[in-house]
Nanobody, 122 residues
Framework: QVHFVESGGGLVQAGNSLRLSCAGS???????LGWFRQVPGNERAFVAS????????YYADSVKGRFTISRDNAKNTMYLQMNSLKPEDTAVYYC????????????????WGQGTQVTVSS
């Protein structure tokens, strides 16, 4: 089992950048990892995922070219670099881990962080 703590969220103006971190309590190298986001009244939406050793990544169309997911297994930490932020990126961002093959499906993820709020003003 692994626990996650997200950090790095905050309030920024549109066009600016933020980097989210997701620190794991155990060896995250055993898991594929993902970032999801959620706004009130909506389901949790896929943002990006990364394979166990970071060799493969996948992004939602809405963030492709602006966000970059990465991981450092030695530090048990995953990152989400978010550039050119838009007001529609406003959400609570969650990191998650799965023992399954890298996937977009939130239901496949076993472990979740508590979330970090990102607010982008226009």
């Amino acid at each position: 089992q692994v626990h996650f703590v997200e950090s790095g969220g905050g309030l920024v103006q549109a066009g600016n950048s933020l980097r989210l971190s997701c620190a794991g309590s155990g060896r995250i190298g055993a898991y594929s990892l993902g970032w999801f986001r959620q706004v009130p009244g909506n389901e949790r939406a896929f943002v990006a995922s990364i394979s166990r050793f970071g060799t493969t990544t996948y992004y939602a169309d809405s963030v492709k070219g602006r966000f970059t997911i990465s991981r450092d297994n030695a530090k048990n930490t995953m990152y989400l670099q978010m550039n050119s932020l838009k007001p529609e990126d406003t959400a609570v961002y969650y990191c998650a881990a799965t023992t399954a093959t890298m996937t977009m499906s939130s239901g496949a993820y076993d472990y979740w962080g508590q979330g970090t709020q990102v607010t982008v003003s226009s």
